[in-house]
């Protein structure tokens, strides 16, 4: 029992029918990027040219991230309200343009609510 495993059960409840559903917070993003030889946005462009303009729109942008030495990418989910009591409410598929963080390191959306943004995680 505890706040991890309740958070497991939480998002253990996104699942797809017809596959596995990893849902994972913004520390373990980072904690995968970190610790992957290298990660690239998902983009099939050729011209490079082409490509950094591309990548520049994709940063402006809601984006995922492949992490091809882990065979895996990882994709905006939404986020976990973590005030909400109701559980079939605390996780929404909102897209989060700005976040606040504080000296604590919690981070709240721009309705002052207190979130942990969440990714989905698929194989390649």
């Known amino acids: 029992m505890g706040p991890v495993l309740a958070d497991a059960n939480l998002y253990s409840r996104e699942r797809q ?3 596995s559903v990893i849902i994972c917070d913004l520390p373990t993003l980072v904690n995968l990027v970190i610790n992957a030889n290298n990660f690239e946005y998902p983009i099939e462009e050729k011209n490079f ?3 950094c303009a591309v990548l520049e729109d994709l940063r ?3 984006h995922g991230y492949g992490l091809a030495d882990l065979k895996v990418s990882v994709i905006p989910k939404g986020v976990h309200l ?3 009591l ?6 929404a598929d909102a897209r989060i343009d700005e ?3 504080d000296e604590h390191g919690n981070i709240y959306d721009d309705d002052d609510r207190r979130i942990k943004m969440l990714y989905e995680v698929l194989t390649l």
Do not use: D, S, W
Not at 86 to 91: L, R, S
């Open 17 to 19: 029918p017809g596959r």
């Open 86 to 91: 109701n559980k079939t409410k605390a996780i």
């Open 99 to 101: 976040v606040i963080f």
């Open 82 to 84: 973590l005030g909400e």
């Open 60 to 62: 402006q942008t809601t």
């Open 49 to 51: 040219n082409k490509y």
